[in-house]
């Protein structure tokens, strides 16, 4: 009751300011007078993607809290079938069954807002602390499993994870929040937003972040001449991230930066083991401009403007007498967006749309350091159209349809065309039928077009684009209020894998497509209970089966099971306790076992004159577990975190 | 950075001020859709038995549209006060509710409503085009500039809710 309280009193704020509307005048109307009234225009990336035909999972800002997620991919691991690794250096998300080690989650698309924030260079969909935004800016979180490249174009493939950040409107008031932790953690975060009586809407956040890191044993390490396997105070992170968000009438517009810093304690890429100086910035910018406005009762348009920079820099110190050696990437892109919604033709909506997107800046630079010398200097630009055309429908009653397509040209890449259609089936009011069809692709990214030093990895820009055909089958059902009940099924096959492999006529890495398609099938299965006294319990299982030649991929567990509980204690604290198992996964040389970590989390809920606390204990058993490595390491398999603390203290001023 | 930080929250907030002088012709679409929906509630006729002291329309959360709908907090509805409350996740949270209003974004919660309409004469209604598919008996979107809403007669008649002749005709689509 509090919560509408407080937030009515923005909303009165609205109405008594200069808008000509104000809430009581609206309250005197009748019924055929408001449905006159013209409103401010609604932008598609405000629809959630939830009502898009898939079976999209919504984390909410509760469920982050809840939780204790600390960043997008523990958070979109709520998502059935979603499973994360880290090798020290990023997060990647495996998604049914397909998570290669080595490739830099260029098939999922991450969106903040509805804009796309994957760099045009390695298209990689950040999700740890690498991330663009900070996950307290996030008011929902949705997954949509499955291909969209229909909507959005190249790179989703898997999936789609859309970050829908919190309004001025719904802060409405500043939160600070003080972390400590393992590992020597310190993490403060502000965020702030109002929505003001000229009717401006703004958010404004800053976070800091540092950990030290512990020491870490790599037993591959351990020999005699080398070391004896302990990397000492090389996992340290830091970061800083920054938010600006403004809407106001049919404008909406937001800034976001990005930097963090990594040391890498693999000694990855053949680096000296135990050395100071390995470590990978990541530093991104993003700028997004959208005006949305209505034509007529029946048209809508939006523009939307956008504009990102990407930086990569890292060092490799090499074992001596080899010289140390460097990574720049630079990135600088703007893509602009046109979308025409027309509601007029009754049991239809549709949605045109065109997008161009230039990249007036790609870089690839590889040195040795001291004494300097140039491996590679690629500079050059890149860009694409793509024209999009979705129609969804209502045929029958009980009976939707949703078809869509897409058209893709980029420079020096083939032409793409992507349709998607869905049917969606309600046979009884408690249960709903989906039947979707959908082809995706990516482009090969100027990573592995144009990196090559010469010395462990030549370019190859004559790479085909790879491309995914999914079917699916997914039933919802609520048998019970209480009680809900997912089940689905789907089959993928993927074309023209780009993957690395080894030039025997010159012993160098290249990127190339690979001939023999990948089919995979698997099952999902999940339930969500409300029991008595506010406790819930939510649950997943999925089978999925990848077939290559050469047998099962690694990193991709046939199993893998999720249970989330959480509810009230007493004295005002919830409890929310988070279970995740994984069968076991080979590995590119063997396997790791399978494992099944919990984190627990407990919360005050009211806060207090003196703020809220929150304790969470991750893997809460303290489980040894591996993740499998890719080829740039010696370690077939990167051990996991031990037990981990994590202490918050917030409060809230309004 | 941190000045950087502060002279653009200063420079946000001036914007703020000046702008006001020059706008808005246009309604929050939360503040329309809130008005609306109260507007709904009085051309829709509930059995008898599910009289109680107050008319309660129940919140999942507190997005815009809760607070929007604070306005109507207290003002009358077949001779009863409006009240709105937020529920949670237990069961029987929506057991006293006589209607709903559901925000988009928050499909769990849409589904639940649905459910629970069948054991009770409850009033569902939904955010988005899609929300009469997904357990809504009232569908309220943007079309254009403009707040519509679908109906879905047959969910309403199963919950034993009536819906006058007026609210048909000035529905967007009725589904039966």
Redesign the interface.
């Known amino acids: ?1 509090l ?10 704020l ?2 008594a ?5 104000a ?2 005048d ?2 005197q ?4 007078d ?9 932008s598609r990336h405000d ?2 993607l ?2 898009t035909p898939s079976t ?1 999972t ?1 984390i ?1 800002a ?1 469920d982050i809290r809840r939780f204790g997620f600390r960043d997008l991919a523990e958070s979109l691991q709520m998502a059935r079938g979603v499973y994360a690794t880290h090798d020290r250096a990023y997060t990647y998300l495996g998604v049914r069954g397909f998570g290669r080690p080595g490739d830099y989650n260029s098939r999922i698309l991450l969106l903040q807002d509805g804009a796309r924030t994957n760099d045009p260079v390695y298209d990689q969909a950040m999700v740890g602390y690498e991330a663009p935004l900070e996950i307290d800016w996030v008011k ?1 979180l ?1 997954f949509v499993p499955g291909p969209s490249s229909a909507l959005y174009g190249g790179n989703a493939l898997f999936g789609i994870a859309n970050a ?1 950040l919190w ?1 001025g ?2 802060l409405d008031g500043t939160r600070v929040s003080v972390d400590a932790g393992s590992g020597r953690l310190a993490r403060a975060g502000i965020l ?1 937003g109002r929505l ?5 809407d ?1 958010v ?1 956040g ?1 976070s800091l972040y540092g950990r030290r890191g512990e020491d870490l044993y790599f037993r591959e390490f351990d020999a005699p001449g080398v070391g004896n396997g302990i990397a000492h105070g090389l996992d340290g992170e830091r970061y ?1 991230k ?1 938010l ?1 968000k ?1 809407s ?3 404008w909406r517009g937001s800034i976001s930066f990005s930097a963090r810093n990594k040391d890498v304690p693999t000694a990855y890429f053949g680096t000296a083991f135990d050395a100071a100086g390995n470590f990978a910035r990541d530093q991104s910018l993003h700028a997004d401009l959208a005006h949305g ?8 348009e939006e523009i939307r403007l956008h504009a990102g920079s990407y930086r990569y820099d890292a060092d490799y110190p090499y074992p001596a007498p080899a010289a140390a050696n460097r990574d720049e990437t630079r990135a600088v892109w703007w893509s602009a967006e046109y979308q025409l919604r027309y ?1 007029g033709w ?2 239809h ?1 549709w949605l045109l749309g065109a997008e161009v997107r230039r990249q007036p800046l790609l870089m690839q630079r590889n040195f040795d350091i001291d004494p300097r010398l140039e491996k590679l200097d690629d500079r050059h630009k890149g860009g694409g159209v793509g024209v999009f055309v979705q129609d ?1 429908w ?1 045929f029958a ?2 009976w ?1 349809a949703n078809l869509g397509a897409r058209i893709d040209a980029q420079q020096g890449q083939t032409t793409m065309a992507s349709p998607r259609a869905a049917l ?1 089936y ?1 046979p009884v ?2 249960a ?1 039928v989906k039947l979707l069809y959908g082809k995706a692709f990516r482009p090969a990214n100027d990573y592995e077009r144009r990196y090559g030093d010469g010395i462990s990895q030549k370019a190859n820009p004559d790479i085909e684009p790879e491309r995914i055909t999914t079917r699916e089958l997914a039933i ?1 059902a ?5 009680l ?1 009940l997912g089940l689905g099924h789907y089959r993928y096959t993927l074309h023209n894998l780009i993957d690395q492999e080894l030039d025997a006529a010159d012993n160098l890495l290249v990127f190339r497509n690979q001939s023999a398609k990948i089919q995979a099938r698997g099952w999902e299965a999940e339930a ?1 209970a ?7 319990l939510r649950g997943s299982l999925t089978w999925q089966r990848v077939d290559q030649p050469g047998g099962e991929p690694s990193n991709s567990p046939r199993r893998i099971g999720k249970l989330f509980v959480d509810g009230p204690l007493t004295g005002g604290w919830l409890l929310g306790l988070n279970l995740q198992g994984l069968s076991p996964r080979r590995t590119l040389a063997a396997a790791v076992p399978g494992y099944v970590t919990g984190n627990l989390v407990l919360r005050q809920t009211e806060h207090t004159r003196h703020g809220a606390w929150s304790v969470g204990i991750y893997n809460l058993a303290g489980k040894r577990y591996w993740d499998p490595g890719g080829r740039e390491h010696v370690q077939d398999a990167l051990p996991a975190d031990g037990r981990q603390v994590r202490v918050r203290w917030e409060t809230v001023f309004r | ?2 000045e950087f ?1 502060r002279r ?2 200063v420079a ?2 001036l ?7 020059a ?10 859709k ?3 929906i ?3 509630l ?2 829709i006729d509930w059995p008898r038995e599910s009289a109680a002291d107050d008319f309660r329309l129940c ?1 999942f ?4 549209l ?7 907090a207290d ?1 009358p509805i077949h001779g009863r006060r409006l009240a ?3 529920v ?4 029987d949270d ?1 057991r006293a509710c006589s209607a709903t209003a559901v925000e ?5 919660a849409l ?2 409503a ?3 309409a ?2 009770q004469p409850l009033l569902v209604i939904g955010e ?3 929300a009469i ?3 809504a008996m009232i569908g309220l979107a ?7 809403f679908d109906i879905d007669l047959a ?1 309403l008649r ?1 919950a034993r809710l009536g819906a006058s002749s ?2 048909l005709r ?1 529905a967007r ?1 009725v ?2």
């Open positions: 009751m919560g509408i309280r407080a937030a009515a009193g923005a909303a009165a609205v109405a300011a200069g808008a000509s509307w809430a009581d609206l309250a109307l009748s019924l055929d408001l449905l006159k009234i013209e409103v401010a225009g609604a629809q959630p939830s009502e999209a919504v909410t509760e929902r949705e829908v309004s409107a719904e702030s003001e009586n000229s009717g401006l703004w404004a800053l800083v920054g600006l403004a106001w009438q049919n406005r209505a034509l007529s009762v029946a048209w809508e509601a009754r049991d909506a969804e209502r009653s009980r939707l969606i309600r009011d408690m709903t919802d609520m048998p019970l209020p209480t809900r969500e409300m029991l008595a006294g506010g406790w819930r | 950075m941190k930080f653009a929250l946000l907030a914007l703020g001020t000046d702008a006001a002088q706008v808005p012709e246009l309604a929050a679409a939360a503040q329309v809130a008005a609306v109260y507007n709904l009085l051309f919140l959360e507190g997005g815009a809760a607070a929007a709908l604070e306005t109507f003002k709105l409350r937020l949670g996740n237990a069961p929506l988009g974004g928050n499909p769990a589904a639940r649905g459910a629970a069948k054991t988005g085009t899609t598919d997904r357990g943007t079309a254009g500039s403009r707040i519509v969910a199963r007026k609210l000035l689509q589904v039966e």
